[in-house]
């Protein structure tokens, strides 16, 4: 299904140019219909050269001619960027925003009266190989159809799932900063694997084949991963070993104490922005 709609890009970093290569491969828009705005020339030219996209140092044209607006902003400009476009946002278009804790409220307040919709968005940056994690809320008189549109856009880059706005930070500390934790507990099992003698490169490809494998194993079954765990867990053996170790170290704990803190750090981060929250 293509999107009748031209769309356009206000930033064109990387989380813009994986969104460009989602929607561009799932054949949702042609290239002539992306308009990307970045004030990086180096930026503009990769985007052009790689993908064929029309690509602008300012915002006018975009505003003019896309109904779709992925805002793909630091979350510090958010504000000044849409009071310097107001004149420009009117009841065709539909944003939606991926900048890190600017809520809803804000960006409408400083869009009243246009009527625009806007979708507020947590990615992740698994996104750049298209098998991100995004978690995306509605704001005031967004429908149907804008919502199938964000799904779709989101769904090009991986899966996507509809939340409460009340609900993003705690997005946040799980899956956007969970490629983290992952590429750390990765990091680790490699070291883990050269402790024990194996040089780094056999670990690595053992331990990246093993993630992915156990990934795609939890993905596809309809087992609970504690059914899984047992499936690996024989009385006595190397495993049960290995696993009481974790538990005596807290890993759980630990992984749990790690969410919850960058839950936290989301909304202060948010909060900083634009001021406490009510």
């Not at 978690?135 to 856009?153: C, F, H, K, N, W």
């Not at 194996?198 to 194993?217: E, F, N, P, Y």
Request: aromatic share 4%; proline share 3%.
């Amino acid at each position: 299904m293509k999107l009748a709609r031209k769309i356009g890009f206000i930033g064109g970093g990387l989380m813009a140019e994986a969104l460009i290569k989602g929607i561009l491969d799932a054949g949702l828009v042609d290239s002539g219909q992306v308009l990307v705005v970045d004030p990086d020339q180096s930026r503009r030219d990769l985007l052009k050269d790689r993908f064929a996209v029309k690509v602008h140092e300012s915002g006018d044209l975009v505003w003019s001619e896309c109904a779709i607006i992925i805002l793909a902003v630091k979350p510090q400009v958010v504000g000044s960027l849409l009071e310097s476009v107001k004149d420009r946002v009117n009841s065709s278009h539909l944003i939606v925003s991926i900048a890190a804790g600017i809520p809803l409220v804000f960006m409408e307040s400083k869009l009243s009266g246009t009527n625009c919709r806007i979708i507020r968005v947590m990615p992740n940056t698994p996104a750049l190989v298209l098998e991100g994690a995004s978690a995306y809320s509605p704001g005031q008189g967004v429908d149907a159809e804008d919502l199938e549109t964000a799904r779709m856009i989101l769904d090009s880059v991986g899966k996507s799932v509809q939340v409460d706005e009340k609900d993003l930070d705690a997005v946040t500390g799980l899956s956007g900063s969970g490629p983290a934790y992952v590429f750390s507990f990765i990091e680790a099992l490699i070291d883990a694997g050269v402790r024990v003698g194996l040089d780094r490169q056999t670990a690595t490809i053992l331990v990246q084949q093993t993630v992915l494998g156990s990934v795609k194993l939890a993905m596809e079954s309809n087992d609970h991963p504690a059914q899984l765990r047992a499936m690996v867990t024989s009385p006595g053996g190397t495993t049960i070993a290995g696993l009481h170790e974790m538990e005596r170290a807290g890993f759980e704990g630990i992984i749990m104490d790690a969410v919850q803190a960058a839950t936290r750090r989301s909304s202060e981060l948010g909060d900083s922005v634009i001021g406490k929250r009510k």
